[in-house]
């Protein structure tokens, strides 16, 4: 089957150049939107897109909003996977993607502008303030939406079971005789608020009195964060005895400043993560922490959206719940009760 991916190299133009012409977009050269649709033509794609696209009033087109407030772009692991999921998914219902911002041509922009500008047929909330005004005006207008990690009402969210994660690392450690157990969770987020119930609920169900001490904040995906938030923990005179990290990435800053004290793990304390990235595998001894299932939350939030968008009128918004996985390493030890 031709995709638009063939057209574009036919055509030595890119991807989105290639749906910008075949969707009538006004924002590209007509010679290079009649060479388009001419190899559109000769490679058999033009009945397929077309036609579908004149029938339906649709441009096949899904916008993304991802705000990367850490700056690290594509090198999130956790976040690099639920986008390229999602894409995979876009492409298979035969819908291509634009990343929305708010500075198109130079000119400051709403999310909603630039949807409208884009004429996108649906939007993804991957990662953004979900507070907002920005992403509020566009959550409220009639545009389909997806979300991911943060519920609004009526709109369909797509969730990580963040409480269950939290809940299942903190009986871990408990299980393997922990009773002092240090958090170093992130900024404030609705994912952070529902750590941290899973995290207290948890240890109140456990009878643990976690000290106020032993809860640290720092930016989600900020080593050096973690690395300063660490060395508070363990200058402490009654310091914990398992470190829970609030990803895996950060937990690397909490990794050397362990080791820069000359401790070791997990013999002098334990450490656990959460996100599963692929670096926490790699890590020796490998990392104790929560799989979040980056894969199915792109596939899953590409399904709704585009079931939403091509049925309107019987598709409910709703709350999907995705499962993760604690994955067993070697950084907590087994100890005796305190």
């Known amino acids: ?10 055509c030595g133009v890119s991807v989105a150049t290639v749906s910008k012409a075949l969707s009538g977009q006004t924002d590209i050269g007509q010679a290079t939107r009649e060479k388009i649709i001419a190899a559109a033509k000769e490679l058999g794609y033009t009945g397929n897109y077309v036609a579908r696209a004149l029938k339906t009033n649709r441009t096949y087109n899904l916008g993304i909003v991802f705000e990367d407030l850490q700056n690290s772009g594509f090198m999130h692991e956790y976040f690099a996977a639920i986008l390229n999921s999602f894409r995979f998914e876009a492409e298979r219902f035969g819908y291509d993607i634009t990343f929305l911002n708010r500075g198109v041509g130079g000119e400051g922009t709403s999310y909603l502008q630039h949807a409208l ?13 979900f507070f907002s005004p920005q992403v ?29 994660g939290m809940e299942t690392l903190v009986r871990y450690a408990y299980e393997k005789g922990h009773r002092k157990i240090a958090y ?15 995290f207290y609920r948890t240890c109140e169900e456990l009878g643990l009195n976690i000290p106020d001490e032993y ?9 050096r964060g973690c690395s300063e938030a660490t060395k508070k923990l363990l200058a402490l005179r009654d310091r914990p005895t398992c470190i829970l990290f609030s990803d895996d990435y950060s937990g690397i800053g909490g990794i050397n400043a362990i080791l820069e004290a000359g401790l070791h793990i997990p013999e002098d304390i ?14 020796s001894p490998r990392l104790t922490t929560w ?9 899953i939030a590409a399904e709704k959206l585009v079931l939403r968008i091509e049925n309107p009128r019987t598709t409910p918004a709703e709350y999907i719940v995705v499962k993760g996985q604690l994955l067993e390493g070697g950084t907590v030890r087994q100890i005796d009760g305190q």
């Open 270 to 283: 334990s450490i656990m993560g959460y996100d599963g990235i692929h670096l926490a595998g790699m890590l």
């Open 117 to 129: 500008y884009r004429a996108v047929d649906g939007v993804a909330l991957i990662c953004a303030d």
């Open 291 to 299: 799989r979040q299932n980056a894969d199915d939350l792109g596939k």
């Open 1 to 10: 089957m031709v995709s638009m991916k063939d057209i574009a190299n036919h």
């Open 136 to 164: 509020q005006e566009l959550v409220s207008s009639d545009i389909p939406v997806v979300t991911l990690d943060h519920a609004f009402n009526n709109r369909t969210a797509v969730l990580s079971d963040n409480i269950i």
């Open 184 to 198: 170093i969770r992130g900024n404030p987020t609705a994912v952070t608020e529902n750590r941290l119930t899973g």
């Open 215 to 223: 809860m640290m904040e720092c930016e989600y995906h900020e080593p």
